[in-house]
């Protein structure tokens, strides 16, 4: 009798500890995924998923590789130039996208939709692992839409400001010029939405993994943005914190895809100012070996 | 007496299951950093810490956005071209970078270092998070060098193809023509190793944040393809799974640096190859609204 009360006893303080350690870890998970703000705005939850799963990608990648299963090969097709023009053409090329800067004001002037095209066809020449090309560019000119963007954007902007930054930037504010305020979002004739997706799925509607999804359509916007600026456009480039998933709502995305980046392209307003910034010099960037 | 046994066991079971909870999750959290194969390799781990911590860009990070404290505004100026040569330079670019493939078959005749120089130069014109410009190209020439850089890669795709991948791969391993030999790397006149500063330092020492830094690098190497692909130079998109600390440690890069892309560049060797592949139409790409 009384060492079955030791063994209750026991069993209770068993289950109380795992129960609370249970509990304990699941605060833990939750953390990641806390805002602050104590309203409830269930699409935030959803932006801490948008990477893709390392572990998984450890598990069934081996590198960045086309899969080349069944799939013919041929010659590839290759142009040449002499050694000069190579030298002239990339230097001429660095010349064109050294002028390239990031503006933020920009003139509601319409721009013609056929460079849009070639732009966003441009981009989607960039490689991707496993050639699954994860990308969705979704233009928008509509008015109304360019303005319900700036409406979630800019609410969440305000959150960020003044409520996620901490006393540090609350401090800093006055020093930066550019606050939650996006004028672009409307005068901007075309707003360009980069959304990757984080997966795809088979003909028999399972996922299929797409391996460096981030890094691949990272790289076809470094090639937009080359092809927006060879056309004498501009653009500055976004990453709306804790937006994605009102936006992806808002333009009727499907869940696999995640916004990753935001695009305003025009031309610049008459009065453009940008920060008088320099690049940092050759041998700060490149090493030698 | 007797219920000081009670209690003297009661206190007993708490310490074990606390202690054992407690070693489940600290082997959880190892679970994301084991890797197959029994031999120790403590460069791997790293590999894994490599992304930008998520919940610190949360609570740091407001958008990317240059730090504008105290820099001078200047008016940005603009080279504008009439519609028609926006159209045509917009329809040229596509059609020059849509010749660009991944090639894996390259040739060991050099290439001007003066290209190169000037395509990393153009890479480094990319936009940054906060204009950290978190990259480091290293421009590996050095034969040597070079083949130390493939024993380590071939190395580690060899145990990727036979141990990590998994009976799935193993059965499909015949349907893919490449392996993990990797010629190219000994071949190609230039490697380029890309490397993403995960954080810079501040000039008390402290560390800082490079926010984005991951998408950053990858614009830039967005650009530097278009760049070479400019220049009638060609590579392969290559991401070493698990080479990044070695060949950190190799090249001697601080550990702020992760190898995030590597890209042998050269001329195609005369009988190279490419899958056959089509890209994307451009209505499965754009979304108009």
């Given at each position: 009798?009384?060492?079955?009360?030791?063994?209750?006893?026991?069993?209770?303080?068993?289950?109380?500890?795992?129960?609370?350690?249970?509990?304990?870890?699941?605060?833990?998970?939750?953390?990641g995924?806390?805002?602050?703000?104590?309203?409830?705005?269930?699409?935030?939850?959803?932006?801490?998923?948008?990477?893709?799963?390392?572990?998984?990608?450890?598990?069934?990648?081996?590198?960045?590789?086309?899969?080349?299963?069944?799939?013919?090969?041929?010659?590839?097709?290759?142009?040449?130039?002499?050694?000069?023009?190579?030298?002239?053409?990339?230097?001429?090329?660095?010349?064109?996208?050294?002028?390239?800067?990031?503006?933020?004001?920009?003139?509601?002037?319409?721009?013609?939709?056929?460079?849009?095209?070639?732009?966003?066809?441009?981009?989607?020449?960039?490689?991707?692992?496993?050639?699954?090309?994860?990308?969705?560019?979704?233009?928008?000119?509509?008015?109304?839409?360019k303005?319900?963007?700036?409406?979630?954007?800019?609410?969440?902007?305000?959150?960020?400001?003044?409520?996620?930054?901490?006393?540090?930037?609350?401090?800093?504010?006055?020093?930066?010029?550019?606050?939650?305020?996006?004028?672009?979002?409307?005068?901007?004739?075309?707003?360009?939405?980069?959304?990757k997706?984080?997966?795809?799925?088979?003909?028999n509607?399972?996922?299929?993994?797409?391996?460096?999804?981030?890094?691949?359509?990272?790289?076809?916007?470094g090639?937009?943005?080359?092809?927006?600026?060879?056309?004498?456009?501009?653009?500055?480039?976004?990453?709306?914190?804790?937006?994605?998933?009102?936006?992806?709502?808002?333009?009727?995305?499907?869940?696999?895809?995640?916004?990753?980046?935001?695009?305003?392209?025009?031309?610049?307003?008459?009065?453009?100012?940008?920060?008088?910034?320099?690049?940092?010099?050759?041998?700060?960037v490149?090493?030698?070996?």
């Open positions: 009798m009384l060492s079955l009360t030791s063994v209750l006893i026991a069993v209770v303080c068993v289950l109380i500890v795992w129960i609370f350690k249970n509990e304990d870890r699941s605060v833990e998970r939750r953390k995924e806390a805002r602050a703000g104590s309203q409830a705005r269930p699409w935030v939850d959803e932006d801490l998923k948008d990477s893709t799963d390392l572990q998984q990608v450890e598990e069934d990648a081996d590198e960045w590789q086309e899969s080349e299963e069944s799939v013919e090969h041929i010659l590839f097709s290759h142009t040449r130039y002499p050694e000069e023009e190579m030298v002239t053409r990339s230097q001429e090329f660095y010349e064109l996208l050294n002028k390239r800067r990031s503006v933020r004001f920009i003139s509601n002037e319409q721009v013609p939709m056929e460079v849009i095209e070639n732009v966003v066809k441009t981009a989607g020449t960039a490689p991707s692992g496993a050639h699954t090309e994860p990308w969705t560019f979704v233009v928008v000119k509509d008015p109304d839409m303005h319900k963007i700036r409406e979630i954007i800019e609410e969440e902007e305000r959150i960020n400001y003044l409520k996620r930054m901490g006393q540090r930037w609350v401090t800093d504010l006055k020093k930066i010029r550019t606050n939650w305020i996006k004028e672009y979002l409307d005068t901007a004739p075309v707003l360009i939405l980069i959304f997706q984080v997966h795809g799925f088979t003909a509607g399972k996922r299929k993994v797409h391996y460096y999804n981030e890094i691949s359509v990272s790289i076809a916007c090639i937009l943005l080359a092809a927006l600026q060879n056309a004498g456009l501009v653009t500055v480039t976004t990453t709306p914190l804790n937006c994605g998933p009102r936006l992806r709502v808002l333009l009727s995305r499907p869940t696999n895809e995640k916004l990753l980046l935001l695009l305003p392209v025009g031309y610049p307003s008459k009065e453009a100012t940008v920060p008088d910034f320099r690049r940092k010099p050759l041998d700060q490149m090493v030698t070996v």
